[in-house]
């Protein structure tokens, strides 16, 4: 056995690096003070000991707090397995139980270790897009999939962008003009998102597009909720923080949109430059399940959170208002909850 292998065991059953430091140097002593275990692994006594607690609680170690100075005590390579084998017993049953209603025959999940071939891959989801495409990519590798955003943006599709660090400094924002749909800059370094139409998405290691090869890895799922979830969380987090680099034109109307969120950017920039719109809507009653069509149905406001400046109460809302069967009411994207109606077409006109 190497230490480099049972490090790398120890990450994937979700142990932090600061806990496997210290379980490292507990595996060491066999049995130590805690104030022993402090002076081996070079980190202060307060997070020695919540790592300690936290070993305890994994079945790793026994923590022993009530004796003066605590001691704590590497469980046998049998009780820590036996531990480790009981969390994955439930952890089976669990994920059992959540896809029991689920039909995934069609769910792929991919473990990406190249750089090369997570470009590939970054570019082929970004061709497959029919809705929209949301990228959180480094500047400094922004111009390796120009080609797949522009045809993307020329099919009609939606391409929100947020570039990060590194390579803000030499960015020409000009580039971003044909490529994108909307795009934000933001100076740090968060982990690299693509997600394709709400379904697909891969998450990346920080490094593994801008540095070559590297110990980390990108994880790509298809036809999961998660991938709504990551864009939901950028959009709701890091897109709120950064600043509004580009804005596309607005359309020509009438025009249909494959989202709702698409056709918001559209009604905002008409309402802003003095042109009021109408929309017609095939839409979801929230509550009941009716399925209504709303035709050309006056927008009386936009709450959104894509185009500075914000006008949403919170991160992720992005709705309208319109005026429908006497009375106004919202509109929301894919699983609304607390909008009236959910949208599941929409075309925009103008109302002169």
């Not at 005590?73 to 480790?84: G, N």
């Not at 669990?94 to 473990?111: N, Q």
């Not at 709702?260 to 839409?283: E, K, P, S």
């Amino acid at each position: 056995m190497t230490e480099g292998r049972l490090r790398k065991n120890l990450a994937l059953l979700g142990l932090s690096a600061k806990e496997i430091s210290v379980y490292l140097t507990i595996l060491d002593h066999g049995k130590a003070t805690v104030s022993q275990v402090v002076d081996d692994s070079d980190a202060s006594q307060r997070h020695v000991y919540q790592m300690c607690e936290q070993l305890d609680e994994r079945g790793l170690v026994v923590l022993n707090d009530h004796v003066r100075p605590s001691v704590v005590r590497a469980q046998t390579a049998d009780s820590a397995v036996a531990s480790i084998d009981g969390r994955l017993t439930e952890l089976e049953a669990d994920i059992g139980e959540a896809l029991a209603e689920r039909d995934v025959s069609a769910l792929e999940v991919e473990l990406i270790k190249s750089g090369q071939t997570l470009a590939k891959r970054w570019r082929r989801d970004i061709e497959s897009a029919t809705g929209e495409v949301f990228i959180c990519l480094p500047a400094d590798v922004f111009d390796r999939f120009t080609g797949a955003l522009a045809d993307a943006v020329d099919r009609g599709i939606a391409v929100y962008a947020l570039v990060t660090d590194p390579g803000l400094d030499a960015f020409d924002y000009a580039a971003l003009d044909g490529y994108t749909t909307l795009a934000r800059t933001w100076a740090h370094e968060p982990r690299p998102l693509l997600t394709v139409d709400r379904e697909r998405m891969v998450l990346d290691d920080p490094n593994l597009l801008t540095t070559g090869p590297t110990d980390g890895s990108a994880i790509a799922l298809t036809r999961s909720a998660l991938a709504g979830n990551l864009f939901s969380t950028y959009l709701s987090n890091f897109w709120q923080i950064a600043s509004e680099a580009y804005c596309c034109d607005r359309d020509l109307l009438p025009r249909s949109y494959p989202t709702l969120r698409n056709a918001i950017i559209q009604a905002t920039l008409q309402q802003r430059a003095g042109r009021d719109v109408t929309a017609t809507i095939t839409a979801q009653d929230t509550d009941t399940g009716e399925i209504v069509e709303m035709e050309s149905v006056p927008v009386v406001e936009i709450r959104q959170g894509l185009v500075d400046p914000f006008t949403n109460e919170f991160p992720v809302e992005n709705s309208i208002r319109v005026e429908y069967d006497g009375e106004t009411v919202s509109v929301g994207g894919v699983q609304s909850v607390i909008e009236d109606y959910e949208a599941l077409d929409v075309r925009l006109e103008r109302a002169d």
